[in-house]
């Protein structure tokens, strides 16, 4: 049923094959926002609710369907970034793209265009050319209080493996610590045609044990950045 289907509406083009790193927790805690840390391994299901005016473009549950997060669309009030929110609606932090480099992005505090937390960029492994291969980088504030200075800067590689359902890997040394995949039991079609222009998948998203789930939420929309 799947043969011919790639979820990104971008020129359709064979990856080379890479080999994936094993899903594992990391060996310390990693967060932007403490109070999200998954105590244990958890999965979130992300799906497309409104337009890119809505205060919610997307709703993110646990798989008892209980809110986790919501996300506005990225022209939503008079700021043009995507607000993430807690279930009761409190701002957590904003996704802006940045002006100057069409391929880099950064998290910021709420109402913030400057105050930045985190930053990412395109990267194109060799042999690899498609979108959906960042570097991601922040502060780690659940490393404060460590004496190992390599815990409190993290950097990400987030890569994309498929040719026929799209996952991405976040990486974080050795190892996964994030899979991000088109949920086939969460949507009711799938499209057969990868130009099939608006198409926003339901998304599982696999977080390890200590990761913060927020931080996860806002990775999801560089992954695939062009198609909403």
């Not at 999965?43 to 798989?63: C, F, M, N, Q, W």
């Not at 008079?78 to 793209?97: I, K, N, Q, T, Y």
């Not at 109402?111 to 291969?133: D, E, F, K, Y």
């Not at 390599?150 to 040394?173: M, P, S, W, Y």
Request: with cysteine; proline share 6%; hydrophobic share 40%.
């Amino acid at each position: 049923m799947f043969a011919n289907y790639d979820p990104n509406p971008i020129a359709r083009r064979i990856l080379p094959q890479r080999i994936r790193k094993t899903l594992r927790s990391a060996d310390f805690p990693i967060a932007i926002r403490r109070e999200y840390i998954a105590s244990s391994k958890t999965t979130l299901i992300l799906r497309p609710d409104g337009d890119v005016h809505s205060p919610k473009a997307y709703r993110i549950t646990d798989e008892d369907f209980i809110p986790q997060f919501t996300v506005t669309g990225q022209k939503f009030g008079d700021r043009s970034c995507r607000e993430f929110r807690d279930a009761s609606g409190l701002p957590l932090f904003e996704l802006h793209r940045k002006f100057s480099l069409r391929n880099a992005w950064v998290v910021t505090l709420p109402g913030s265009n400057s105050a930045n937390i985190a930053t990412a960029a395109l990267r194109l492994p060799q042999g690899v050319h498609m979108l959906g291969n960042f570097s991601f980088s922040f502060e780690n504030v659940a490393a404060a209080d460590s004496k190992n200075e390599e815990d409190k800067f993290i950097a990400f590689q987030v890569e994309r493996h498929g040719n026929i359902l799209t996952t991405f890997d976040v990486v974080f040394a050795d190892r996964k610590v994030v899979e991000i995949r088109e949920s086939i039991p969460h949507n009711k079609t799938l499209p057969m045609s990868s130009s099939k222009s608006g198409y926003r998948p339901v998304l599982d998203i696999t977080v390890t044990e200590g990761m913060d789930m927020a931080l996860v939420s806002g990775i999801r929309f560089l992954c695939l950045v062009r198609v909403d």
